[in-house]
């Protein structure tokens, strides 16, 4: 079936939809775009190029924009998207408004599959009470979904195989490789993870222990390809929060932030580099970090943290390390996987950082998950002791 379809629609086209669609015009399909802004639509074109120009910079692509503009239509009202085999949904993370969309979008023919982007929220929820629920999937991608290289495709209750089939043609049409999750929860694998160790960051940040600059630095210098200040402003300081609270929801106190200090700076219009302004000023590009901070901030926390996510992702039944460490690793393009990295570091280290912050400071986020204390519990301790998250 897939390999019919050409022509696809995404809707929304804020910081996702905008490099989700011009992937898909750079992968050859032509794409029509619709977004409840007139703003975001009359944006698009210069939001594109930018990105192009930025691809085009590190050797990503030779094409140039031109390239790509006549196989991006913009749609002016939603009933205008149709004659579309595909959809992917890039809307705001709330889930009544995603739920009104598909409500809409469900009076399209049968044969159309629809895919969402969501970061934080069900699969099954969003379909609930659809007729079409079995042709919706989860196809979520990291961001810069321009430089990620894979997408959890997503199995709700009632989606059906060929759904699941042809998101994942689709994503290995336009070079992602689909990492198939059976088990729809929210936030899905990389989310979790990432938003783990972001709680810890930003209650750092709160408690007035770093600045976003030395946070950033510290992480950098260890490899990351960015820190958390910058990346919650390139994701957008007001999804951050949006999917902050949907974790709350599903997981209770664990995901629970310091919401004043995000909800203060949306307040004041800061949501990061969307408005050119968040922990960092955009106003001129990219923050410039110094790198002489590098070392004021302990990342030996985000590593525990994220640790402990990648065991209740375990605990849960989700997937197991190995598809946490391929996610992780085509999400961000990093060189080795949260597992392999824990597994290096030793888990008895990790699960006693986690024991001592527990103590420190009695909040959730650090309290560890019943599975790490049974790993280091029955000494798979990590690639030193022969076993950890793999065998060695
Ligand atoms: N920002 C990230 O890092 C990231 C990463 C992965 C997934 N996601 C998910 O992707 C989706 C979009 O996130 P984003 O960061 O691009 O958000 P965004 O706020 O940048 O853009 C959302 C766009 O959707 C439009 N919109 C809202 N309601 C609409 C409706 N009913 N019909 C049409 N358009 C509508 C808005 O006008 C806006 O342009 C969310 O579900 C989010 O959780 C975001």
């Not at 939603?78 to 009076?107: I, N």
């Not at 968040?278 to 994220?306: C, E, H, N, Q």
């Not at 986690?354 to 049974?374: A, D, H, N, S, T």
Request: charged share 30%; glycine share 10%; net charge negative.
């Amino acid at each position: 079936m897939v390999g019919k379809i050409s022509r696809v629609a995404v809707i929304g086209v804020g910081t996702m939809g905008s490099d989700i669609s011009l992937l898909f015009a750079l992968y050859g399909f032509e794409v029509i775009v619709y977004d409840k802004s007139k703003i975001a639509l009359d944006n698009l074109e210069a939001k594109q190029r930018k990105t192009i120009e930025e691809l085009q910079q590190v050797g990503l692509t030779k094409k140039g924009f031109e390239d790509v503009q006549d196989k991006i239509a913009i749609a002016n009202k939603l009933e205008d998207v149709k004659d579309v085999g595909f959809v992917l949904e890039a809307v705001a993370e709330d889930l009544d408004v995603k739920r009104k969309l598909f409500a809409e979008l469900d009076k399209l023919p049968r044969e159309v599959v629809f895919a969402t982007n969501t970061s934080s929220l069900r699969v099954t929820d969003i379909a609930e009470g659809l007729e079409g629920a079995d042709r919706i999937g989860g196809m979520h991608f990291s961001n810069p979904p321009i430089l990620s290289l894979m997408a959890e495709v997503v199995k709700g209750e009632k989606t059906s195989e060929e759904t699941l089939q042809v998101i994942s043609d689709v994503a290995e049409r336009i070079g992602r490789k689909p990492v198939v999750l059976r088990k729809d929860v929210n936030g899905f694998v990389n989310n979790r993870i990432l938003m783990g160790s972001g709680t810890e960051a930003l209650w750092t940040l709160h408690r007035g222990e770093v600045t976003p600059e030395e946070l950033d630095a510290s992480l950098r210098a260890i490899g990351f390809p960015m820190g958390f200040a910058e990346a919650s402003d390139i994701i957008g300081l007001d999804i951050a929060l949006d999917v902050a609270k949907n974790f709350i929801k599903a997981y209770g106190k664990r995901f629970e932030i310091p919401t004043g200090l995000l909800e203060s700076m949306i307040k004041e219009g800061k949501l990061g580099k969307k408005s050119g302004k968040g922990f960092f000023d955009w106003s001129k590009g990219s923050p410039v970090i110094d790198m002489s901070l590098a070392g004021k901030y302990d990342v030996s926390r985000t590593l525990a943290v994220a640790t402990n996510e990648a065991f209740w992702v375990i605990k849960d039944e989700v997937t197991d390390p190995e598809t946490i460490d391929e996610i992780i690793k085509l999400g961000f393009r990093s060189p080795v996987g949260v597992c392999e990295l824990a597994d290096a570091m030793g888990l008895d280290n990790l699960l006693n950082t986690m024991k001592r912050l527990f103590q420190e400071y009695g909040i959730e986020v650090y309290r560890p998950c019943p599975l790490f204390e049974e790993y280091v519990g029955k000494g798979w301790t990590g690639k030193a002791a022969g076993r950890g998250f793999h065998k060695y």
